[in-house]
């Protein structure tokens, strides 16, 4: 009898040291195309998502900033604009191909901020260093989340902020059409657009696995965290957590 636990990767049911791989594969997948297949299957509302996490997160000149599995760097880059020549933003994923367009988009914009492969069960930073940690679309993807949220935690310095940004439980009159949108069309733009339909279906089936928003806000306040509190946009289709280190 196998002592390996297990987890879910989308709907499946497979051994937790499986799923790391699995998911590493979709975003080896998809990096190249991952910004056109985020306007396209969000129609350009993940960047007003991301500019309302931005500007929640009110961060100053000369902050630290942790952007964790930052993929190809959109919050990261809105944040070292603002946090200037003395301020820092490390931006970290666990997946080398997403964390290679991050990184050369940063140059690219004139942003020197160190990237870090690293994971973010596992973050290799000191105890209370950071002003601000930031996690968009990429705590689903997480094995262990408490822990992961537990690390964000730990790295806060008190008084600073974690902020996750992640697809929610969607308004209950919009589930049909959610569902159906979900399972049908996005599937077939992934096997258009990036040429990998599997890929895009388990996004629809992780967003489905993920906890709902009082859930998420309980793990949070469980992780260490206070004054825990989300923002429902777009019907719930994404929500904002917000939670101070005391």
Same mark, same amino acid.
């Not at 870090?116 to 973050?123: N, P, R």
């Given at each position: 009898m196998s002592d390996q636990r297990s987890t879910h990767f989308g709907f499946q049911t497979v051994d937790e040291a499986d799923k790391a791989?699995?998911?590493?594969g979709v975003f080896h997948s998809v990096a190249g195309r991952y910004d056109l297949m985020n306007d396209l299957m969000s129609a350009g509302l993940h960047r007003a998502w991301k500019? =309302?996490?931005v500007a929640q997160a009110a961060v100053r000149p000369g902050m630290r900033v942790l952007d964790v599995a930052g993929g190809t760097g959109d919050l990261a880059r809105a944040f070292a604009r603002r946090v200037g020549p003395t301020g820092e933003v490390w931006l970290t994923d666990i997946n080398a191909s997403m964390l290679s367009v991050?990184?050369?988009r940063m140059v690219d914009d004139g942003l020197l901020q160190p990237a870090v492969l690293c994971d973010a069960e596992k973050l290799p =930073?000191?105890?209370?260093?950071f002003d601000r940690v930031s996690v968009a679309f990429g705590l689903r993807?997480?094995?262990?989340?408490d822990l992961a949220l537990s690390e964000m935690t730990r790295v806060l310095r008190p008084g600073g902020r974690l902020y996750v940004l992640e697809f929610s439980?969607?308004?209950?009159?919009?589930?049909p059409?959610?569902?159906?949108?979900s399972f049908q069309v996005l599937p077939r733009l992934g096997a258009r657009v990036a040429g990998d339909e599997q890929s895009y279906r388990y996004l629809a089936e992780s967003i489905r696995m993920h906890p709902d928003q009082e859930t998420l806000k309980s793990m949070m306040q469980e992780a260490g965290l206070v004054r825990v509190r989300y923002y429902n946009l777009t019907a719930g289709v994404v929500a904002l957590h917000e939670g101070w280190k005391p």
């Amino acid at each position: 009898m196998s002592d390996q636990r297990s987890t879910h990767f989308g709907f499946q049911t497979v051994d937790e040291a499986d799923k790391a791989a699995r998911v590493a594969g979709v975003f080896h997948s998809v990096a190249g195309r991952y910004d056109l297949m985020n306007d396209l299957m969000s129609a350009g509302l993940h960047r007003a998502w991301k500019a =309302f996490t931005v500007a929640q997160a009110a961060v100053r000149p000369g902050m630290r900033v942790l952007d964790v599995a930052g993929g190809t760097g959109d919050l990261a880059r809105a944040f070292a604009r603002r946090v200037g020549p003395t301020g820092e933003v490390w931006l970290t994923d666990i997946n080398a191909s997403m964390l290679s367009v991050g990184r050369d988009r940063m140059v690219d914009d004139g942003l020197l901020q160190p990237a870090v492969l690293c994971d973010a069960e596992k973050l290799p =930073f000191p105890d209370a260093y950071f002003d601000r940690v930031s996690v968009a679309f990429g705590l689903r993807n997480m094995t262990h989340k408490d822990l992961a949220l537990s690390e964000m935690t730990r790295v806060l310095r008190p008084g600073g902020r974690l902020y996750v940004l992640e697809f929610s439980k969607v308004w209950q009159p919009l589930a049909p059409l959610y569902d159906l949108y979900s399972f049908q069309v996005l599937p077939r733009l992934g096997a258009r657009v990036a040429g990998d339909e599997q890929s895009y279906r388990y996004l629809a089936e992780s967003i489905r696995m993920h906890p709902d928003q009082e859930t998420l806000k309980s793990m949070m306040q469980e992780a260490g965290l206070v004054r825990v509190r989300y923002y429902n946009l777009t019907a719930g289709v994404v929500a904002l957590h917000e939670g101070w280190k005391p």
